[in-house]
T-cell receptor, first 110, second 112 residues
Framework: KNEVEQSPQNLTAQEEEFITINCSYS?????LHWLQQHPGGGIVSLFM???GKKKHGRLIATINIQEKHSSLHITASHPRDSAVYIC????????????FGKGTKLTVNP | NAGVTQTPKFRVLKTGQSMTLLCAQD?????MYWYRQDPGMGLRLIHY???????AKGEVPDGYNVSRLKKQNFLLGLESAAPSQTSVYFC???????????FGPGTRLTVL
């Protein structure tokens, strides 16, 4: 079983829809990261969080440490949000490494 | 600042050839990482470095070697390329005590 599981694997939405991507993990973590990867492109960090909730523009990330679960929400989705969204966790215990989920491919249609 | 850069962006090799991928960062970060990304799989760590002159194995180190002679550069070497090493390679770096990683644009490597 992977240490980091994302759902769904693929998601298609219409413009303006509210989108939720989920991430569950099975290990103790120091922090959880949400990353975005555009087609053919590089990877950028969206959020890093260890508790609660963070918001940046139309993106909101939440984490529930007790349930080992995080969600990434996109409000009023737009075709430019089409990308792969990747959840990654920093393993608790001083490790410098991240463990990555397989990603969720989001397509937002106009 | 250029951030994290990778050279080359694309490369095609024949089986058995060798090559070196260069990662450079201008943010004075201590930690640097090499990942590979394959279809249907998450990013996987090949090797990493926690400072100049140090390297350590990640999840999939076989067939690769690395060096960090200068703090700003992290080199990934393939001594004898195999088709199984066809992948997109990403380099990343981060500062001490701050977990966000900054990624390079990637290198697409094809081994025939």
């Amino acid at each position: 079983k992977n240490e980091v599981e994302q759902s769904p694997q693929n998601l298609t939405a219409q413009e303006e829809e509210f989108i939720t991507i989920n991430c569950s993990y099975s290990v103790g973590i120091s922090a959880l990261h949400w990353l975005q990867q555009h087609p053919g492109g590089g990877i950028v960090s969206l959020f890093m969080l260890s508790s609660g909730k963070k918001k940046h523009g139309r993106l909101i990330a939440t984490i529930n440490i007790q349930e080992k679960h995080s969600s990434l929400h996109i409000t009023a989705s737009h075709p430019r949000d089409s990308a792969v969204y990747i959840c990654a966790v920093g393993i608790q215990g001083g490790s410098e490494k991240l463990v990555f989920g397989k990603g969720t491919k989001l397509t937002v249609n106009p | 600042n250029a951030g994290v850069t990778q050279t080359p962006k694309f490369r095609v090799l024949k089986t058995g050839q060798s090559m070196t991928l260069l990662c450079a960062q201008d943010m004075n970060h201590e930690y640097m990482y090499w990942y590979r990304q394959d279809p249907g799989m998450g990013l996987r760590l090949i090797h990493y470095s926690v400072g100049e002159g140090t390297t350590a194995k990640g999840e999939v180190p076989d067939g690769y070697n690395v060096s960090r002679l200068k703090k700003q550069n992290f080199l990934l070497g393939l001594e004898s390329a195999a088709p199984s090493q066809t992948s997109v390679y990403f380099c990343a770096s981060r500062d001490t005590g701050y977990n966000e990683q900054f990624f390079g644009p990637g290198t697409r490597l094809t081994v025939l």
